[in-house]
């Protein structure tokens, strides 16, 4: 009895969380009040805020393997992607895949899971670079 009892307060209590969801989303749609549409435009700055913030710290992160006297694995840039690429055009000449396996510091996080990911060009072009270079690949 106290199960069955559970088991209704539980689907009592997500039907009115879904009306809920419901309610706010149409008054977010039609505008009815300025609340629900005011909460998405400050949600929104936030997103662009943080997005100027990720290109303003400006740093970049050489993710390639190791090659002696040009680059350092895990090698952090004190630049903008752009600017790094820039400085090492003699290195990019040598080893052309250098160019995709420098990131900006906003992708980083997800860029380190691609270059360990079979199949990603990140993967795939520090296979390459391990390969010209004559080592092991990952």
Same mark, same amino acid.
């Given at each position: 009895? #106290? &199960? /069955?009892?559970? +088991? $209704?307060? @539980?689907?009592?209590? *997500?039907? =009115? !969380?879904?009306?809920?969801?419901?309610?706010?989303?149409?008054?977010?749609?039609?505008?009815?009040?300025?609340?629900?549409?005011? #909460? &998405? /435009?400050?949600? +929104? $700055?936030? @997103?662009?805020?943080? *997005?100027? =913030? !990720?290109?303003?710290?400006?740093?970049?992160?050489?993710?390639?393997?190791?090659?002696?006297?040009?680059?350092?694995?895990?090698?952090?840039?004190?630049?903008?992607?752009?600017? @790094?690429?820039?400085?090492?055009?003699?290195?990019?000449?040598?080893?052309?895949?250098?160019?995709?396996?420098?990131?900006?510091?906003?992708?980083?996080?997800?860029?380190?899971?691609?270059?360990?990911?079979?199949?990603?060009?990140?993967?795939?072009?520090?296979?390459?670079?391990?390969?010209?270079?004559?080592?092991?690949?990952?």
């Amino acid at each position: 009895m #106290e &199960l /069955e009892e559970a +088991a $209704e307060n @539980v689907q009592t209590e *997500e039907t =009115e !969380a879904t009306e809920e969801r419901t309610a706010s989303t149409d008054t977010a749609v039609t505008g009815d009040t300025g609340t629900a549409s005011a #909460e &998405l /435009e400050q949600e +929104a $700055e936030v @997103v662009a805020a943080s *997005e100027d =913030e !990720a290109a303003a710290v400006g740093f970049s992160v050489y993710l390639g393997p190791s090659v002696r006297g040009l680059l350092k694995q895990n090698q952090i840039y004190n630049a903008p992607k752009a600017q @790094v690429l820039g400085s090492l055009e003699t290195v990019i000449a040598q080893y052309p895949q250098v160019r995709h396996l420098i990131v900006a510091g906003n992708k980083l996080a997800e860029s380190r899971v691609l270059v360990k990911t079979a199949g990603s060009l990140l993967y795939v072009q520090n296979q390459k670079m391990c390969k010209q270079l004559g080592g092991k690949t990952i």
